[in-house]
């Protein structure tokens, strides 16, 4: 089992907002930054946010990071249909010394 | 542009080891890190380990100590990850990735796809 953990499933329909939870404890996300990763079907996983809340050239700013003491979050914004996709956190976990990865969350664009 | 290019999928017997190459292109290879990190199916990411081009040092996940071996060749821009001892529970699609420490990764390769079958 993972140390961060996700929900399984989140949806929404166009246009809404979504928000997709991470939650780990003092030992990773309360002590070190998350980032979060989009992996469309068959594909590499793509980099969304990273360090918590920046996100890199070309990623939409409907895409958005936070954090809050030992959980995360990624809010997407004016849901589209190709955002239907996986979306993993990961961060560093102190205790492994190695970084960790979420479960993963699939959202589904109704 | 940046890419990692891995190399192509194999199938394996268990018992046996397999090699996955990734070759980095469109920016200076030793100024990062390349992790591997691999996905069974329908299952999410695992971190395998990393290694430091500039240095040859490597780092490893717990879980794969003494089964995995990351080196790199700063000669041809190029990464190996090799794991031993395969079992059906290796299967999975392998990928590199870069980053400038542990992580974030910001660029990945396309992924190969190891299958352990006898």
């Known amino acids: 089992q993972s140390l961060l953990t996700q929900p399984p499933s989140a949806s929404g329909t166009p246009g809404q907002r979504v928000t997709i939870s991470c939650s780990g404890s003092s030992s990773n996300i309360g002590d070190n930054y998350v980032c979060w990763y989009q992996q469309l079907p068959g594909t590499a996983p793509k980099l969304l946010i990273s360090?918590?809340?920046q996100r890199p050239s070309g990623v939409p700013d409907r895409f958005s990071g936070s954090k809050s003491g030992t959980s995360a979050s990624l809010a997407i914004s004016g849901l589209r249909s190709e955002d239907e996709a996986d979306y993993y956190c990961?961060?560093?976990?102190?205790?492994?010394?190695?970084?960790?990865f979420g479960g993963g969350t699939k959202l589904t664009v109704l | 542009q940046v890419q990692l290019v891995q190399s192509g999928a194999e199938v394996k017997k268990p018992g046996s080891s397999v090699k996955v190459s990734c070759k980095a292109s469109?920016?200076?290879?030793?100024?990062?890190?390349i992790s591997w990190v691999r996905q069974a199916p329908g299952q999410g990411l695992e971190w395998m380990g990393r290694i430091i081009p500039s240095t040859g040092t490597a780092n490893y996940a717990q879980k794969f100590q003494g089964r995995v071996t990351i080196i790199a060749d700063k000669s041809t821009s190029t990464a190996y990850m090799e794991l031993s001892s395969l079992s059906s529970e290796d299967t999975a699609i392998y990928y590199c990735a870069r980053a400038y420490n542990y992580y974030p990764w910001d660029y990945w390769g396309q992924g190969t796809l190891i299958t352990v079958s006898s």
């Open positions: 990961a961060t560093w976990d102190d205790s492994l010394s190695a970084p960790v």
């Open positions: 469109g920016d200076t290879f030793s100024i990062y890190t």
């Open positions: 360090t918590n809340n």
